[in-house]
């Protein structure tokens, strides 16, 4: 059963965001090459269709079911239409230059607290009471094919809680826990928070690509000090650095170490390319409006931080480059968010 | 309100290190980095987001849509990590190759000194099982759940955040928010439950009289092992049905439960 269980999850997790990754690669388009670019890319659009699909049916507090199926529907239509686009648009192995001693070392060390992180996510718990609440909803929306509907808490039904139905990844766990078979709360508290790990070195890694272009030797070493910051980021309980280990089962863990550093890569590769007078392509543009939209699953708060985010940064690109066009793509990209966010406020 | 947003920043930093450490990145960005694009995402844009957090008129604002308590997770957006982490790569890319080791050296002993490490964190412990939440929890649950139907039960403080998280179709009379809101309040019968001596008479009231203080009818009670009960339970239906992991747990023969 957990053998069987966990190959599904392996597909669910691990190929069919590579695979759904592949649409936004092409012509135009950079990091081509990067498996982790297409598994970073995939997985925001992927959660932005789980979004999308479920927020309605939680809204019209239709069944689990019905997200799930739409969800499965959708999910391998985008997988036929990532294989057309991975055919066209294959992994190329790249020319790797000789790593000097220092890069080798480095990426040894990366490796060693990566695995340390791995592990203490598996062999060590946290005892948060938020739990209660998220891995509960989990746990109550795949046992009763309802959601937002029952007091997680103690015992009974409730109105439909819109605050957290907005934004619903412990549904996306339960999603996880029904087509895999396995147990909900192995699921959240085992499979979903070292996966939100890697994620989150995932986008760190996008982002450390997108710094170092010319100087690929500095890499490693930035994903040490990246990794040792994380490690070493328990100053309160409210760092996102926090939040990545200790929490890494819950959206708002997400939203501050994935989802974040996501729109810090998208941005640093939408204002590379205007500063370099390229056209930025309409699948960069698509990747930045599903991690808008996939921010709106992890919290109904990443409404406003990545609009803040895209428009802070929007208005100083304008400053200095002086283009108005992009600025307003920018501002389009946002509408997922301003839609969820009207949605809170004409609902609750 | 205002004062508030400085104590979350505060609290949010953890030691000043960290806080000078940033702000030495910042000025290194300012003076020393040509490219406008890192400028803007690692200069300019934290440097607003600081502006903003700190602005009255913001925070009075932004307090009226997110609350108070969840104001400083606008600091979020602010790349720190990665910015301190591409200012101390940049700096040592600079150095002569025989001083990079060092410095990487020094930076990594700063990062130990001004940060914590995480799993020291006391809230960390060894998970018991692949659920992550207590043995007893899961044996508990196990032993009285009844396929295809709710039943209720009572649990001690302890328990409680993590029975529904493992199976939700175990009801409590109580749940987190009576420890999060209205600890010993309208929640007598869990302040009742983590006595060293239990009333017989009191808990028969609390878990079965819901028109008279009891929330719910319990099918089962669960106390810690070695609790004194002061009086007969049996007297009233209720008999021990085990005890597992450290724990009593009593069944209420007097409900029907759909055996």
């Given at each position: 059963m957990i053998v069987w269980g966990s190959l599904i999850l392996l597909f669910w997790l691990g190929i069919l965001p590579v695979i759904v990754g592949s649409i936004f690669t092409g012509k135009g388009c950079i990091n081509n090459n990067s498996i982790v670019y297409r598994f970073m890319s995939g997985n925001m659009l992927l959660w932005a269709v789980f979004q999308v699909i479920c927020v309605p049916c939680v809204v019209k507090e239709k069944s689990f079911v019905l997200v799930v199926t739409g969800y499965v529907l959708v999910s391998l239509l985008l997988f036929a239409i990532g294989i057309f686009c991975g055919v066209k648009n294959p992994l190329r192995p790249e020319r790797s230059r000789r790593p000097e001693l220092g890069e080798k070392l480095a990426v040894t060390v990366f490796a060693i607290l990566l695995l340390l992180q791995v592990v203490c996510a598996v062999v060590l718990t946290y005892a948060d009471g938020d739990d209660a609440f998220y891995v509960a909803v989990s746990s109550i929306t795949n046992s009763s094919n309802t959601m937002y509907m029952i007091n997680p808490y103690s015992v009974g039904a409730t109105e439909l809680d819109v605050r957290h139905g907005l934004a619903p990844f412990p549904v996306w766990i339960a999603f996880l826990a029904r087509v895999s078979g396995l147990h909900t709360t192995m699921v959240a508290h085992v499979i979903v928070a070292v996966y939100l790990i890697l994620m989150s070195y995932g986008a760190f890694y996008l982002v450390g690509v997108q710094l170092f272009r010319d100087k690929k030797q500095m890499l490693p070493p930035f994903m040490v000090f990246v990794s040792l910051q994380v490690l070493f980021g328990d100053n309160s309980f409210r760092t996102p650095e926090n939040f990545m280990l200790a929490r890494s089962r819950q959206g708002k863990a997400a939203m501050g170490s994935i989802i974040i550093p996501m729109i810090v890569f998208l941005m640093l590769v939408i204002l590379n390319q205007l500063k370099e007078a390229r056209a930025v392509g309409i699948r960069t543009w698509i990747a930045l409006a599903a991690t808008v939209t996939a921010a709106c699953l992890c919290t109904t708060l990443g409404t406003f931080l990545t609009c803040m985010m895209i428009g802070v940064m929007g208005i100083c690109s304008l400053f200095v480059y002086k283009k108005w066009r992009t600025v307003g793509q920018m501002a389009l990209c946002c509408i997922p968010a301003v839609c969820f966010a009207l949605l809170y406020f004409v609902l609750g | 309100m205002w004062k508030k947003a400085v104590d979350l920043f505060v609290t949010y930093m953890g030691s000043g290190i960290l806080v000078a450490w940033f702000v030495i990145s910042l000025v290194y960005l300012y003076l020393k980095e040509r490219d406008s694009v890192k400028r803007i995402v690692f200069l300019y844009f934290p440097v607003i987001v600081l502006v903003l957090y700190f602005n009255p008129l913001f925070v009075k604002m932004v307090y009226g849509i997110i609350g108070e308590e969840i104001y400083y997770r606008f600091l979020w957006i602010m790349p720190m990590t990665l910015t301190i982490s591409y200012t101390t790569v940049s700096i040592c890319g600079r150095l002569k190759k025989g001083l990079q080791p060092f410095f990487a050296g020094l930076c990594t002993l700063l990062i130990v000194i001004s940060g914590k490490l995480i799993y020291v964190n006391p809230f960390f412990s060894v998970a018991?099982?692949?659920?992550?939440?207590?043995e007893a929890v899961v044996q508990i649950c196990d032993a009285i759940a009844v396929e295809g139907r709710e039943i209720t039960a009572a649990f001690p403080m302890e328990m409680v955040q993590y029975v529904r998280q493992y199976d939700s179709t175990i009801c409590m009379p109580h749940g987190r928010e009576a420890i999060l809101w209205d600890w010993g309040m309208d929640f007598p019968l869990l302040e009742l439950l983590v006595q060293e001596e239990i009333d017989v008479e009191d808990l028969v009231y609390l878990t079965r009289d819901t028109e008279n203080g009891g929330r719910f009818p319990c099918n089962y009670i669960i106390v810690r092992e070695g609790t004194v009960l002061l009086g007969d339970l049996e007297k009233h239906g209720i008999v021990l049905f085990d005890t597992i992991e450290g724990y009593d747990v009593y069944f209420d023969t007097t409900f029907y439960i759909g055996y």
């Open positions: - | 018991e099982n692949e659920y992550h939440v207590p």
